[in-house]
């Protein structure tokens, strides 16, 4: 078996007995490692001086991890910049907020250049090599320069926009070329796959052939729909281990009896807060007597405050759940508890357990993973019931899901309504089929598929420079 190279923004080593510490892609792509004996490589999270090149290797329960660190100005331009000032708005469907300058472009393409360098003496010819996410478009490319002709895959995390919202970004000929360095590119939905193809097609002049392949000069890349699934075994045992049980009677005894919703999400203008805040204050306000029967739990830690519109929506969601509170609050109740922390994946799934509602209605997600977690930490005599937006990656493969256009207070609240009153047998009967989709198609699933994909590429194509 070939080795495989990994290669992200942010690298996880394993970290043992911490229990619930982990997410389920991390633990996924360590087994990966485990299996091929290879490497992981990125970005450290730390800031130097001067940009060295300077590998750290480490190597815990048989992962090895390989880390850089980056240097301010790449910091800035690269990750706060390009990353999260363009791109992500961008592939969000926000261009209202995406920012447009030459000098993130720059710092995007010279830190790309010096993973490419730094990566270089770690790379062997049969080696497979997996780049993770849209820090990293180029970096295939900048590697095929270097000569390398290894098997590359590349998979994006977040949703691939319309072609007419690409044509925005300058650079959007010369990224989208260059991913046809790869010979496979995963998306999370045939959507974000076909929005793709499009912009190949119509924008740079590729042609579809059969079964999945894109043709643009002498490359030939494979795409596949590939929906990223969660480690559903080991957040199952969580959900059933005595810390989620102590804080699922925790949550009970808080909630007196009234039903409890639940939001959890890292604190992102993706995620449709502000909607979900009005669409829960529009149900408030128009069912004056179940009103007092629920609340509303959203956990939102914050998440890239160095970002000016993070700062915003933070603000935002302050000022509109003091606001709804203010309205709404009785003696004994209080609508909405707002929370900016993150907690232990364990603690999470007693939390999922104990809700009635889970309140999933991102504005554009490229799959969303709790909507994924909040089925399966349910207990399968009394599962809550998941509503969901219609625009996350995840609604292609959970129909029974109460699905719902996020933008719109009046579907959530209603929603909302049909979810309080739905009975025992409706609530299994949506929950069941979403349940065998969480547990056959999971992260392990998602990557042995991509992997598959990759290793069985033929590599009878040019692999030589693309720009
Ligand atoms: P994210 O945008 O981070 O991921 P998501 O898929 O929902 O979104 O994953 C979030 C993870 O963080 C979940 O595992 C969740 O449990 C955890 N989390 C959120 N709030 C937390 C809290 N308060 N405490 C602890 N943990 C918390 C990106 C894309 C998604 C895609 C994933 C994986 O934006 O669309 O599903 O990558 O490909």
Same mark, same amino acid.
């Given at each position: 078996?070939s ?17 619930? @510490?982990?997410?389920?892609? @991390?633990?996924?792509?360590? @087994? @990966?490692?485990?299996?091929s ?39 800035e ?12 708005p ?27 360098? $730094? ?57 989208? $070329? ?8 995963g998306?999370h ?51 059933d ?7 699922? #009677?925790?949550?009970? #005894? ?9 939001g ?48 915003r ?24 508890r707002?929370?900016? #922390? ?48 219609r ?8 129909? $029974? ?20 009153r ?40 040019? $692999?030589?420079?693309?720009?």
């Amino acid at each position: 078996m070939s080795r495989l190279i990994i290669i992200s923004n942010r690298v996880s080593a394993p970290k043992g007995s911490m229990s619930g @510490a982990q997410g389920g892609l @991390a633990v996924a792509l360590q @087994a @990966a490692l485990r299996e091929s004996g290879g490497i992981w490589f990125g970005w450290s999270g730390e800031l130097t001086e001067n940009f060295t090149g300077q590998i750290n290797f480490q190597r815990n329960e048989g992962v090895t991890t390989a880390t850089v660190d980056l240097e301010e100005q790449d910091i800035e331009e690269y990750y706060n910049g390009y990353a999260n000032r363009t791109l992500w708005p961008l592939f969000h469907y926000r261009i209202d907020l995406a920012e447009y300058e030459r000098d993130f472009a720059g710092g995007y393409k010279r830190t790309n250049e010096r993973f490419a360098d $730094t990566v270089r003496p770690l790379i062997e010819p049969e080696d497979v090599i997996w780049i993770q996410d849209y820090h990293m478009f180029p970096l295939g490319s900048e590697l095929r320069k270097r000569g390398f002709r290894n098997r590359m895959g590349f998979f994006l995390h977040i949703p691939w926009p319309p072609r007419r919202l690409l044509t925005t970004l300058p650079e959007a000929h010369e990224l989208v $070329t260059s991913m046809f360095a790869y010979d496979v590119i995963g998306f999370h939905t045939q959507e974000w796959l076909e929005s793709f193809c499009d912009f190949a097609r119509i924008e740079l002049g590729a042609v579809l052939e059969e079964d999945g392949l894109v043709r643009l000069g002498d490359r030939t890349v494979r795409l596949l729909n590939c929906p990223i699934g969660i480690d559903s075994q080991d957040f199952q045992a969580m959900a059933d281990s005595d810390i989620a049980a102590a804080t699922f #009677k925790q949550m009970r #005894k808080s909630a007196v009896d009234r039903a409890m919703i639940v939001g959890v999400d890292r604190l992102d203008y993706s995620k449709g807060l502000e909607e979900r805040f009005n669409g829960y204050e529009r149900f408030l306000e128009e069912s004056p007597e179940e009103r007092k029967e629920v609340f509303l739990l959203q956990i939102a830690p914050p998440s890239r405050a160095a970002v000016d519109s993070y700062q915003r929506i933070r603000a935002r969601l302050e000022a509109m759940s003091g606001h709804i509170n203010g309205a709404y609050a009785d003696l004994d109740w209080v609508p909405i508890r707002y929370v900016n #922390k993150g907690y232990p994946r364990d603690v999470l799934a007693g939390v999922y357990r104990a809700a009635r509602i889970g309140l999933v209605t991102p504005l554009r997600d490229g799959m969303n993973l709790v909507a994924k977690e909040f089925v399966a930490a349910q207990d399968p005599e009394d599962p809550g019931v998941l509503i969901l937006s219609r625009f996350a990656g995840a609604a292609a493969q959970m129909p $029974t899901a109460l699905l719902v256009n996020p933008l719109s207070a009046e579907e959530i609240a209603d929603a909302i309504r049909q979810a309080l009153r739905m009975p025992l047998e409706e609530r299994k009967a949506r929950w069941k089929p979403l349940y065998d989709n969480v547990v056959t198609e999971d992260v392990s699933w998602w990557r042995e598929r991509f992997t598959a994909a990759l290793m069985a590429e033929v590599q009878d194509q040019q $692999t030589e420079v693309v720009d």
